[in-house]
């Protein structure tokens, strides 16, 4: 289908427009346009299954899978024939490879962190699914243990036309889902919700599970949306369900009626971004240049200056999470300690009494399998207790760091925005603070129960002894095991714990840190530049405030007919753009 040459016009005059890594994007836009290609994301936190919907989407297993997070890059599946994978690496090399070579270069454990310094991983496939029209995207999981996942899932959220968000009933809809839903249905064109999984549950759990993310799906984006209950698991063997049959019939739908009006829609509004962003600049270069002199020079100087009190207050957010992260961490050890010595008092205490009592009679062998399974449970339920409270405890001191980072860089983001119109008469349509830094990434740990081969020697030879005398080592045995068990599990917990609050500290140092840079950085190197024009003659002045002026205009101009692109947009709500 071939789109309107308007919009294909307004992408060619801006290029050249643009400075380099916006001009990267644009190509990437006009690429999708010309192809006719809509780009769909599955997204959603670690370990929902998304790749594996990606597999039942194409009707064959091409995505790796597995236990953990899995995912570490995400990758692209395009039509194509023949059958081949490309990958892109950063000194500009392009490999052609086989699809089975896929896992080289997107999994955590064959490219961690990316060290092959991959940037960009596209599976071609004689799929039907791919031949209306679409690209399919499996992002790595947002939230994930992996602090790089999060980041390259991230970075790809700012290239979507439209999104499968990928849900499941056990664990159920975190907050921190919740509100990445909201960005996600905010900044596409179309949001489908899958509850995965569901072949897990029972029936009623099912219901009940469907009822609760619909309800949380329609408090996160403001309008009714169905929840497609689906085992993704198996329809990727080619096992027919309901729920997913009824999502890719109402998929293939949504890609006959809507997909070329959609793109056009998605990518004029992210043309949209990319020029505002621009203009930002345009229009600081332009007042700048124009407050050189007596009072006006004060003011811009004042403006300068709060840009880089802004930019470096990111140290100042970044030392705040660093001293409350390792209060946190102080307060956790401190409570481990205390726990260890008091549960090491109570199982004994407990112990003694079951063994006096109820095995009193007992003979060796059944004191130590009795006496350690009465141990094991009570030290069990004590210490999850405990790790449930520490963990409900540190979940909400990240919140609130959280809350009080996002709520920091906004009231920043107010005030430059204030001192732009106040100082420099200027608006400026900087981004709002961008919502949560955090994801919360859940950790799981086991209670070990196994015994080593010198134990179980020790065991058979004080199940041998004679009378009160197996009985008594039996007990003593019994009592030091708990100690010890009770002293382990209470350290495996706090270093669980520990671990979750370093890694959650340095993803929201990251995304905090980032989110500084974009904000305002560009515009320093704006005003940094206007300074070593000061000794211009009034003619290069003129020259220059007269190119600006119509850099300014033709990319006004550029927006105006980009809007006329994103009419349709309205009937499914407000979508800003980067």
């Known amino acids: 289908m071939e789109h309107p040459q308007s919009l294909v016009r307004a992408l060619e005059r801006l290029d050249g427009r643009l400075p380099a890594p916006a001009r990267e994007r644009l190509a990437e836009l006009r690429r999708r346009l010309r192809e006719d290609r809509l780009r769909v994301l599955i997204v959603g936190e670690a370990k929902r299954g998304k790749s594996t919907v990606v597999n039942a989407?194409?009707?064959?297993?091409?995505?790796?899978?597995?236990?953990?997070p899995v995912t570490a890059l995400p990758a692209t599946v395009t039509f194509g024939e023949p059958d081949c994978l490309s990958v892109g690496y950063r000194d500009g090399r392009v490999?052609?490879?086989?699809?089975?070579?896929?896992?080289?270069?997107?999994?955590?454990?064959?490219?961690?962190?990316?060290?092959?310094?991959?940037?960009?991983?596209v599976v071609r496939l004689d799929a039907p699914l791919l031949a209306r029209g679409v690209e399919i995207v499996d992002t790595p999981g947002v939230g994930s243990v992996h602090e790089h996942n999060t980041a390259q899932a991230e970075s790809a959220l700012e290239t979507m036309d439209a999104a499968v968000f990928v849900l499941t009933a056990d664990p159920p809809v975190s907050a921190s889902e919740r509100e990445l839903l909201a960005r996600v249905a905010g900044s596409s064109v179309r949001t489908f919700v899958l509850l995965n999984k569901v072949d897990y549950m029972h029936p009623e759990a099912c219901a009940e599970a469907l009822?609760?993310?619909?309800?949380?799906?329609?408090?996160?984006?403001?309008?009714?949306?169905?929840?497609?209950?689906?085992?993704?698991?198996r329809a990727a063997v080619g096992i027919e369900t309901a729920g997913f049959a009824a999502f890719t019939a109402d998929f293939a739908d949504y890609l006959?009626?809507?997909?070329?009006?959609?793109?056009r829609t998605s990518i004029a509004l992210q043309a949209c971004g990319l020029v505002r962003h621009q203009l930002d600049e345009i229009y600081l270069a332009q007042r700048a240049g124009q407050m050189r002199a007596g009072e006006a020079a004060g003011r811009l100087?004042?403006?300068h200056?709060?840009?880089?009190?802004?930019?470096h207050h990111r140290h100042d957010a970044v030392d705040l999470a660093s001293g409350e992260s390792r209060r946190m961490l102080a307060e956790l050890n401190a409570s481990a300690e205390q726990q260890t010595r008091t549960l090491s008092d109570q199982v004994r205490t407990d112990l003694e009494r079951y063994l006096s009592t109820e095995l009193s009679a007992a003979g060796?062998?059944?004191?130590?399998?009795?006496?350690?399974?009465?141990?094991?449970?009570?030290?069990?339920?004590?210490?999850?207790?405990?790790?449930?409270?520490?963990?409900?405890?540190?979940e909400g001191g990240l919140s609130a760091l959280d809350d009080r980072a996002v709520t920091d860089l906004t009231r920043n983001l107010n005030r430059v925005r204030e001192s732009a119109r106040h100082l420099l008469d200027l608006e400026l349509a900087l981004p709002d603070s961008g919502g949560r830094l955090l994801e919360?990434?859940?950790?799981?740990?086991?209670?070990?129960?196994?015994?080593?081969?010198?134990?179980?020697?020790?065991?058979?030879?004080?199940?041998?002894?004679?009378?009160?005398i197996g009985r008594r080592r039996a007990r003593e045995h019994v009592l030091r095991e708990a100690a010890d068990l009770a002293c382990c599990q209470v350290g495996r917990s706090r270093a669980d714990l520990q671990y979750r609050l370093s890694q959650s500290t340095r993803r929201l140092v990251f995304t905090l840190e980032n989110r500084h840079a974009e904000a305002v950085e560009h515009l320093i190197k704006v005003l940094d530049q206007v300074e070593k024009e000061a000794g211009a003659t009034s003619a290069e002045t003129a020259a220059r405030q007269q190119a600006l002026r119509e850099e300014a205009a033709e990319l006004t101009g550029l927006t105006q007919m980009l809007e006329s692109f994103t009419a349709d947009a309205a009937d499914v709500g407000e979508r800003g753009r980067k």
Do not use: C, K
């Not at 006959?256 to 793109?263: E, H, M, N, V």
């Not at 399974?373 to 449930?388: G, P, Y």
């Open 256 to 263: 006959r009626q809507r997909r070329a009006t959609d793109l």
């Open 211 to 233: 009822a609760f993310t619909r309800q949380v799906v329609e408090q996160a984006t403001g309008v009714r949306m169905r929840v497609y209950p689906v085992s993704a698991r």
């Open 57 to 68: 989407l194409l009707g064959r297993l091409v995505m790796p899978t597995g236990v953990v």
């Open 301 to 303: 100087t004042r403006f």
């Open 305 to 311: 200056d709060l840009l880089n009190t802004v930019h």
């Open 364 to 394: 060796a062998g059944e004191i130590e399998e009795q006496g350690r399974e009465h141990a094991v449970t009570l030290i069990r339920d004590v210490v999850e207790q405990w790790r449930d409270q520490q963990g409900r405890r540190l």
């Open 440 to 468: 919360v990434t859940r950790f799981f740990y086991d209670f070990p129960r196994t015994t080593g081969q010198i134990d179980l020697l020790a065991g058979t030879v004080r199940r041998a002894l004679p009378g009160e």
């Open 95 to 121: 490999e052609e490879r086989p699809i089975d070579d896929l896992p080289l270069f997107v999994t955590e454990s064959a490219n961690s962190a990316n060290r092959l310094g991959v940037t960009s991983v």
